[in-house]
């Protein structure tokens, strides 16, 4: 049946390209439809070439049922190996089954062979999932007559049956039918539709619509990992936090143990592994006065958490908000770019549009975050927010040359409020400087609207400082002390110096730490690989840095020649304060907090558009058509990379959290439907 598929297939295409070349059907149907059979005929063929390895074949079908698997059982270390002997025979396929398995639980088994050119070799782990029948199927390449073959497993688990030799199941994935399709769709329109080729303009509804489209997709993804990832109901911020501020108070209701408060040193994480944490004591809150606080930022449990549980009487996930500052996020950034390139690269073609906008999305770090959609990454999301709103909000203060005073305003704001998130991002205010100072020397004339021009910006500051000063002072005696100074964490932060030391390896690990690729999906995993330094460095492990997982990143290295080459004052200024404050952020985390994934969505984007500016600047500037071509080929390369290897970043584990654990289901849906020879 399935060389029949085969043979239709490909009669219904030249069918099809009959019909077309006698002008019996449209182009852009002709197109669609060929690509659909394309992605089809892969699918019967290639996605499913596990299917055909019995085919032609004489090989003796052999099964074993509990009663006799239980027979050549044995137990060793907290495994169970079940040997199978004298099998004397060719074997293609080999089948388990298990019992008695919760229906979210994988276990991992081994299946191990002695044919006739070695003695117990061992293949590659599988995974054993119930509802996905790929993970129950092995197709083997083994030489000759296998001799004897054994199967090891968890010790808890119970192998119902094994076959040998049977037909492994045709299975259609529709999903991926329609990926592949749309891929192919992609690359022909990106070779022959001249539109890409068309400069980015109001007229241009076609480009409006695809880099709305890209948008989309990217959100989608967003909610794809953060939805399947979602793993906890309440937290510390969600329902402890907020429970205090319902009642009034700044630190938490339960109070320290007297356990916790007898040690010589409570802040040394050494010293407080003699009692249990989340029982004697809470980890990563804030010890001062013999009362717990929260250190992260206020503002999202003041205008969402607290306001939710007020008026639901239920908790709001964090998972949720982290989701909302997410695609808030990816929002904003398509807005800056998109003004960005409309206003200093308005005659290059719209593919370049497309490809900045897709690097900065991807390498954003926002699908990192939301693998592990917890508080701590909630308030790294909501300060980013905050800050790329006031940043959109003060590039676009003027609209047909006139100042909007209200937009300046709103950007204050916003960046001042991203402060109340997370501390750090003020550091992004200074973006900000150079545009004020415009307008200044435009005003200087007017003293009026200079005085104007100083109150709209600085009130928002000085009011939400003043509120935080006095937010800090009522909890830890000092306007200047969010809290982190009496963190229950890693290592005691009030004798913790500022350790110059930390800079350099700090930087290697969070801009060109390199992935560790492995052979199996996700085919990368986290690593701590910092270099060597005697000094205590706090490190989480990372997918990569900065630059490895978004390498347009790496055009940065060319800013000697940008400034040399451009024209463009504006956009030269614009750059160097957009790589000055990802810089100077990049060294008060690392002296800070150390390095963990979490962090790198910080300053990661000021990076990636740093990068992406210089990168377009200099295709602008390129005189000839060969060398135009030959960047954007490498633009394509490199927005590929980022796209892919970030969304493989989705799919691994940190902190014990990641869709494998969480959602079994849909992690082994996606690995069988990409590791189709699996």
Not at 58 to 77: C, H, L, R, T
Request: hydrophobic content about 45%.
């Amino acid at each position: 049946m399935k060389y029949i598929f085969i043979i239709l297939i490909l009669a219904l295409y030249i069918c099809l390209h009959i019909l077309y070349k006698n002008n019996k059907i449209k182009k852009n149907l002709s197109i669609i439809l060929k690509a659909l059979l394309i992605a089809v005929f892969l699918e019967i063929t290639i996605f499913n070439i596990k299917a055909y390895r019995l085919d032609f074949s004489k090989a003796q079908e052999i099964s074993f049922f509990e009663e006799e698997i239980e027979d050549m059982q044995v137990e060793n270390n907290g495994f169970s190996k079940v040997n199978l002997e004298n099998i004397d025979t060719e074997i293609k396929t080999i089948y388990v089954k298990f019992k008695n398995l919760n229906p979210n639980d994988y276990i991992e088994y081994q299946i191990s062979y002695s044919d006739e050119t070695t003695k117990e070799r061992n293949l590659p782990k599988k995974e054993y999932f119930e509802k996905i029948e790929e993970s129950q199927y092995t197709a083997v390449y083994l030489s000759g007559k296998v001799e004897s073959l054994s199967i090891s497993y968890s010790k808890d688990s119970e192998l119902e049956e094994i076959q040998l030799n049977t037909p492994i199941p045709f299975n259609f994935n529709i999903f991926r039918t329609i990926i592949v399709t749309l891929i192919i769709l992609l690359i022909y329109s990106l070779k022959t539709h001249s539109f890409w080729q068309e400069a980015y303009t109001k007229e241009n509804v076609k480009g409006q619509r695809v880099y709305f489209l890209i948008l989309t997709f990217f959100i989608l993804i967003l909610c794809f990992f953060n939805i399947f990832n979602e793993y906890i109901e309440t937290d510390l911020y969600n329902k402890d936090f907020v429970e205090a501020l319902e009642n009034g108070q700044t630190y938490l209701l339960e109070e320290p143990s007297e356990k916790l408060l007898s040690l010589e040193n409570p802040y040394d994480t050494v010293e407080r592994s003699s009692i249990k944490r989340g029982e004697d004591y809470i980890w990563d809150t804030a010890l001062y006065n013999n009362h717990y606080y929260v250190y992260f930022g206020i503002l999202p449990a003041l205008i969402l958490f607290l306001p939710f549980h007020i008026i639901t009487g239920t908790f709001l996930k964090t998972s949720v908000v982290v989701l909302l500052f997410s695609v808030l996020s990816a929002i904003m950034l398509a807005l800056i770019i998109e003004y960005i390139f409309k206003k200093h690269f308005s005659k290059l073609p719209f593919k370049m549009l497309v490809f900045s906008e897709i690097s900065i999305l991807f390498g954003s770090f926002l699908i990192w975050i939301n693998v592990a959609p917890r508080f701590y990454e909630m308030v790294n999301v909501a300060g980013l927010y905050f800050s790329l709103q006031g940043i959109y909000l003060f590039l676009t203060i003027k609209k047909g040359g006139e100042l909007s005073f209200k937009k300046l305003g709103l950007g204050a704001l916003c960046l001042a409020l991203a402060v109340a998130c997370r501390p750090t991002t003020l550091i992004a205010s200074i973006i900000i400087i150079p545009i004020i100072w415009n307008l200044f020397k435009q005003k200087k004339a007017n003293k009026k609207e200079v005085l104007k021009l100083i109150l709209v910006v600085m009130i928002p500051y000085i009011v939400v400082g003043l509120l935080l000063m006095y937010y800090n002072y009522i909890r830890f005696g000092s306007i200047f002390e969010f809290g982190a100074k009496y963190q229950l964490t890693m290592n005691d932060m009030r004798n913790l110096k500022n350790r110059l030391i930390t800079i350099p390896a700090g930087f290697i690990y969070n801009l060109f730490n390199l992935p560790s690729f492995i052979g199996e999906f996700p085919f990368m995993q986290v690593n701590s690989n910092i270099p060597e330094i005697f000094a205590y460095y706090y490190v989480e492990d990372m997918p990569g840095g900065v630059f490895i997982l978004a390498p347009i990143a790496f055009a940065v290295f060319g800013i000697k020649k940008f400034l040399k080459t451009s024209k463009n004052t504006e956009l030269k200024n614009l750059v160097v304060v957009i790589l000055a404050v990802g810089i100077i952020l990049n060294i008060i985390i690392v002296m800070q907090g150390g390095s963990t994934g979490r962090y790198l969505l910080d300053f990661a984007w000021y990076f990636v558009l740093a990068g992406i500016l210089i990168y377009l600047e200099n295709y602008q500037n390129t005189k000839t058509v060969e060398a135009k071509k030959i960047l954007e080929k490498i633009f394509v390369a490199l927005m590929s990379f980022t796209l892919i290897i970030n969304i493989l970043t989705g799919f691994l584990t940190t902190s014990g959290v990641g869709m494998k654990r969480v959602s079994p289901q849909v992690y082994f849906n996606v690995e069988y439907s990409i590791s189709f020879w699996k």
